[in-house]
Structure formats: structure tokens, C-alpha cells
């Protein structure tokens, strides 16, 4: 049999650079790999698997052949040119956010829904966001056992989570406040500090901050960003009815997304029973040993594959309810990494 | 009328020195202040109302003839020399855990609970914790006219909660991982550029990182801080039965906590009415205009003395339930502010 061809789409951003290495060293199922990106892009060499490959414009030539697509382009981006590769018979994996609600894309994350990869009847599976993934595999297991019935989420997200403008931003902050140990003291000194520039990326300066606002406004208050955790966790784990409230806010961390949680269940639940799931489930590592100072953190989580879940406790007066903490690399599990693994659910179709 | 004579013990410290500029600027009510310290800072001259006062050592005589007595000292330290002092007939408004929970002392935050400085069997009054008093006027406000009946909150707190030793700690390390933007992609890279000795004030290291455990590990996994959010909460507002759930999480911010609440009542509540309540809070300011990118952070709340409220929203899926996000500075309303206030309280006893 001929391997299939797969493309990556999108393949000089963070998430693009971070799946170059993911193709590279995951599993050797891949035929030709082709590197495409927007038009100022194409010429550049780049590495995978060792080798050299040119990266190629857009267009729609270049999906001629190609087998799996994945797709990491701005929302806008996405939503004009997934169709046309998906119009050629391309499988495309969507990282944006442009089908993630389509009824007739699956919302895939392959420790909770992977059968859903099977029903895609427009040619398209969507990647969930960020922050949604670095819960989903803990909160997938735990609802498997007791029956989730609502959760109240508060987010840690880092900088990274803006893409590769977002990571230089939070350094280029963190090189101007260094030294200056007055900073942070009273109101205004570190806008002061920082410039005006400083509210570019974020909606505010992240140094020596924390912004309360990621995403774009949506009705009634809410942010992009904490509609994506309440629908896509719905959608993901079949729970059309699932209680969410969600505030997500940018923190100073360089990559790695955590997570505070308060779930509730339909079933008696208590730490034991709980570890006893978390121990066993896919795609999750248990650090929980308050004793010996072991807990879930960004710095740890960062670079690595897994979703990682700590500070398991029984809340102390809300029944049937766990609180914990939650960390996943946002440009590994949050992103490249989930797209990976749903293409590779795709690799026995082409056997 | 003789004016009060004040004493504040613990004058050095990071709590000491605001309460310094607080009682220098905010009524010229106090006769004497005596700043008090331990053994080793005495002898050092600190300024109160623009003139040098002499540090003496904390001991029985120097609490003779003194009226009201500012304690900000660690818990076991304050544990001994209070009763002392309130044996003596100073009436002491103490800081630290030693007696919060004491049902013969009142824990008092003016716009909350101003009339329990007048219970004090004891001769003591308790000033809440940081984080906590970041949230009460808030609370306070929402509670008086809607009827709080649960909470679950998630905090982002300041170095300079853990005090002067916890705002240099960041710095020095802020400064070590600054122009290393490397740093944060890998799993051990920031462990591996601060050392170890980066894990002695927060338990890890806080530069790039978050870390969710704040005070010391109590039963059941829950750490000291996050049970004194739940019990002085209810001990202030007087509600023995509230639900609450916290999680709370050291974030690398010079000063100012914030927390994401969300928050269930006993009537309908909408934001409108919400920000009605708020805008007319003692102690509170409504910071909430999504659309023109107005709302609370750390870097304006910081060297302030209110404490901010915004992202009002109305829970999607919870009934009679708010969503918000609380910002206050941690050595002023979290600390040296309400003391002061307190304090100020007791003035009409000496008129």
C-alpha cells in the first residue's frame, strides 16, 4: 500500500513548527509530507523527518493528491480555504475555530469522542481550542465514572496561547520590568514602564499583571474564549445540557495552560474513586501528593504530551462535587498534539 | 480630650511600613504613635507623620498606656504578645490567624460587619486574611440585597502576599529568567535556570509559572488559605452555612489579588441591578465596560485603596447565580487598610 499523503497547513506558525516535530517523531505512517502556508511564505525550507522540504502558497493546485490536511489558519482563513480542500476529497483536521459548532463537523479529542472521526459527512473533523483540551481528557474519564453535570472553570492561560506574537510580547515585557524592583507598587507604574504598545497584544501589559480578558467580547459580557470551554466541552463529551460557567484570564507563564475546577456529578464521589479513574485514563497524569509538595504547573507541563490534574479534593460543602486543578501544554495537547492523534485515528481508512 | 495613644507592632514589615503611611495621612485623630518591632529592629528610627520615631522592642512595658494597638506579626508570635497587650487594657486589632476563628473575638471588615467592633470580650478584634478581604465589599454589597447563598472561587495572588521576602523573590527571579526566551518552552528549563533555592518563599518557582498552593497543607488536601477564604467569609457576613469552594494559586504578580467568582443568591439577580448595588458599595469600585476595555487588574489596583469589581455577568446556566472577577490590593484593604479602618472605628470610644 502507498502511505498517505499529508499536508500541513499553516506550517510556519507556533502550532505549525511544533507539528513539523510531531509528524516527524510520532509514527512512521506518513507517505509525502508537503508544507503549505500563505503566499509571503512560500520558497522557505524547513525540516521534517530529518529533511528539507520547500514550503508551497496556498492554492488550490497544492491539495491535488493530498490525502490528510491539517489545517492551523486564522479563523477567517480557515473558513474560506477548508472547503475547497475538502471539495477535492482532502480529510482535512481544522485547528480554528470556524466548524468547531457546525452540526455536521465532529468535535474530536480522542480520549473522549474518538468515534466520532467516522462522521464527518462534509470532509471535515475540527480540533477543539486550547484551553477546552487541557480539561477535556480528566473531565472525560471522571464523567465516564460519576456523570458530570455541571463545572465551574476559572483559567491560568499563558502567552503562548497568542501564538508566536504572544510568547516575544510577554518576554520583551518581562526584559523592560526586570530590575526595576519598585514596579508593581502603585497603580499605573508598570503601564508607565511598559508603553502604550504594551496593551497590543493582549488588551493589556502581561508583565506583572493578570488580564481577566482572552478572546474577543461577546454578548452579555462573556469573552470568545469562555463560550469555546462551556459549548466545545458540551459537544465533545455529548452534554447538551451541561452547566458551565467559565472566566479565562491571560496569566505571565510562557506556555502551558492550567485550569481551576469545580465539577458536580450525578454520582457519590470521593478523592479515592477519583484517583482511581485519573490513575487509569488515557491521556492524563495524576500529580497528586500534597505531602511531598506535588502538584500540577506550567513549567512542568510545558514541552510535554500529557494532561496533567492535581489538588484532588472533595468539596467541603457542595455534594457529589470534586474541586482539582488541571495543566496542559497549550501548543502540545492544546493544539498540534490533538490534531496529530485525530489524523493517526484516520491511518487504518488508508490500509 | 487627650488623643489615643496607638501602637503599631510589627512596625518593619511590609504591613508595617503602609500602616506607617496610613495613620501619617489618613486622620489626625491618634496622640502618640509608638511603633513596636522585634528585639533586633529596635533602635531604628521610621517615620510617622513626617517625624522620626524610635522602633522599641516589643516586651510588657511598652504597651503601658497605650489605647488601640495595630499587631501585624506571624501567627505564633501574635499569639503570645496579643493577650499581653489586651491584658494590659489595649484594645488590639490583630492581623494575623492566631484569633480569627475565636468566637469571643470579632473578625471585622467596616463594610461588611462595623458594628461588631463593639463585641470584643477579649478586648481583641481579628483582621481578616488578604484574599479574603478582597472580595467582602463586594460580597458584602451583592449579599445585603440579593442573599448569598454559595461561592466558588479561584485567586491569583501577589508575591507580596508572602510579605517583603516574597516581592524580592519574584524580582530576583523575573530578572534571572529575563532575555532567556527559551525558557518555558521545555519541562525543567526554568527549574533548571533558577535552582533549586527557587523553591524556598512559594514552594516553587514563581517566575513563568503558577502555583496552586497557597499557606500550609491542612486535612484533605485543602491548603490553610483556601479554608480561611471559606471560613472567614462566612464568619464576616455572618452566614455559618454558606457553600463555599477555593482554589488558590500563587500567580507572578508584584501586588494586587484578584479571584474568579462565581456566586449563587437566594433571589433573581441580573447584572443591571448588580451594578446597581455595586456602584453604591462602600469600599467597591465597579470597573465593568467590556466594550471600551474597562476592567479590574492587578497593575491598577495596586498602591489603592479600594477594592474592583467587573466582568458582572449572569451565569448562563446557573440559576440566580453572578460571574465576576475582584481585584484589591493585598497590603492595603488586604491588610493595613482594614486595620486602619478598624481602628478608626473605636475613635468615638475616646471622644
Redesign the interface.
Known amino acids: 500500500m502507498t502511505k498517505p499523503t499529508l499536508a500541513i497547513v499553516g506550517a510556519t506558525g507556533a502550532v505549525g513548527s511544533v507539528m513539523r516535530e510531531l509528524v516527524s517523531n510520532r509514527v512512521d505512517a506518513w507517505g509525502e509530507i508537503r508544507l503549505i502556508a500563505s503566499p509571503r511564505s512560500a520558497g522557505k525550507k524547513l525540516l521534517v523527518r530529518g529533511e528539507e522540504v520547500t514550503v508551497q502558497a496556498i492554492g488550490e493546485d497544492v491539495f491535488e493528491g493530498v490525502d490528510v490536511a491539517h489545517f492551523d489558519l486564522p479563523d477567517e482563513v480557515s473558513a474560506q480555504w477548508v472547503p475547497i480542500a475538502a471539495a477535492k476529497g482532502v480529510i482535512v483536521v481544522d485547528k480554528s475555530n470556524a466548524f468547531r459548532m457546525d452540526p455536521d463537523v465532529p468535535l474530536v479529542v480522542p480520549e473522549a469522542n474518538p468515534e466520532q472521526v467516522r462522521n464527518r459527512p462534509k470532509g471535515i473533523i475540527a480540533n477543539a481550542n486550547c484551553t477546552t483540551l487541557a480539561l477535556i481528557p480528566s473531565l472525560a474519564a471522571l464523567h465516564r465514572r460519576f456523570g458530570l453535570e455541571?463545572m465551574?472553570v476559572?483559567s491560568?492561560q499563558?502567552a503562548s496561547g497568542a501564538g508566536q506574537e504572544g510568547?516575544?510580547t510577554l518576554?520583551e515585557q518581562?526584559?523592560t520590568?526586570?530590575?526595576q524592583?519598585t514596579?508593581?507598587?502603585?497603580?499605573?507604574?508598570?503601564?508607565a514602564a511598559l508603553g502604550e504598545k504594551a496593551d497590543a497584544t493582549f488588551?493589556?501589559?502581561l508583565?506583572?499583571?493578570?488580564?481577566?480578558?482572552v478572546g474577543g467580547?461577546k454578548e452579555?459580557?462573556?469573552t470568545s474564549e469562555e463560550l469555546k470551554v462551556?459549548n466545545e466541552s458540551r459537544k465533545i463529551l455529548g452534554l447538551p445540557d451541561?452547566?458551565?460557567?467559565s472566566?479565562c484570564?491571560r496569566?505571565?507563564?510562557?506556555?502551558?495552560h492550567?485550569q481551576?475546577v469545580?465539577a458536580s456529578f450525578a454520582s457519590d464521589v470521593d478523592?479515592a474513586a477519583a484517583h482511581e479513574v485519573l490513575r487509569d485514563a488515557p491521556g492524563v497524569e495524576l500529580v497528586?501528593d500534597?505531602?511531598a509538595?506535588r502538584?500540577?504547573?506550567?513549567?512542568?507541563?510545558?514541552?510535554?504530551e500529557g494532561t496533567y490534574i492535581?489538588?484532588?479534593?472533595?468539596?467541603?460543602?457542595?455534594p457529589r462535587?470534586l474541586?482539582f486543578?488541571v495543566v496542559g501544554d497549550n501548543l502540545l495537547k492544546g493544539a498540534a498534539l490533538n490534531s496529530a492523534q485525530i489524523a493517526e485515528l484516520l491511518l487504518p481508512e488508508f490500509e
Open positions: 455541571s465551574t476559572a491560568y499563558a510568547f516575544d518576554y518581562i526584559a520590568v526586570a530590575g524592583t514596579l508593581g507598587t502603585k497603580a499605573g507604574d508598570v503601564r488588551g493589556a501589559p508583565a506583572l499583571n493578570v488580564v481577566p480578558k467580547w452579555d459580557g462573556w462551556r451541561l452547566a458551565v460557567s472566566t484570564v496569566v505571565p507563564v510562557a506556555q502551558g492550567s481551576a469545580r478523592v497528586d500534597p505531602a509538595g502538584f500540577p504547573m506550567p513549567i512542568d507541563a510545558a514541552g510535554t492535581g489538588r484532588v479534593r472533595a468539596s467541603l460543602d457542595f462535587s474541586d486543578f
